[in-house]
């Protein structure tokens, strides 16, 4: 099992930045990507961003590209959102993954955080 606890949530004025993270616990080292999710109100969950463990390969939605970096810690086992030029429609409760070996690339989630940007 792995346990992902996502933190860095909150309010912010458009245009703004934030940065989430997200620590993993449990059986790490079985980890070979972690990403993030999110999911507005009335919305379906949307694609923001992954990385490969090993290599540090990255991938990101669209509406997110050129804004959002997503980057890793190995050493801390924690994935990290950094989000800049923040707009209302990112407003969303943001879930962080974790895809295990043999696994579906996204087998653990966590609770989420929320992300409030006001106009």
């Known amino acids: 099992q792995v346990q992902l606890v996502e933190s860095g949530g909150g309010s912010v004025q458009a245009g703004g930045s934030l940065r989430l993270s997200c620590a993993a616990s449990?059986?790490?080292?079985?980890?070979?990507?972690m990403g993030w999710f999110r999911q507005a109100p009335g919305k379906d969950r949307e694609f923001v961003a992954r990385i490969k463990w090993t290599g540090g390969g990255t991938y990101y939605g669209d509406s997110v590209k050129g804004r959002f970096t997503i980057s890793r810690d190995n050493a801390k086992n924690t994935v990290y959102l950094q989000m800049y030029s923040l707009k209302p429609e990112d407003t969303a409760v943001y879930y962080c993954?974790?895809?295990?070996?043999?696994?579906?690339?996204?087998?653990?989630w966590g609770q989420g955080t929320q992300v409030t940007v006001s106009s």
């Open positions: 449990g059986r790490t080292s079985s980890i070979y990507t």
């Open positions: 993954t974790a895809g295990i070996r043999g696994g579906t690339g996204n087998d653990y």
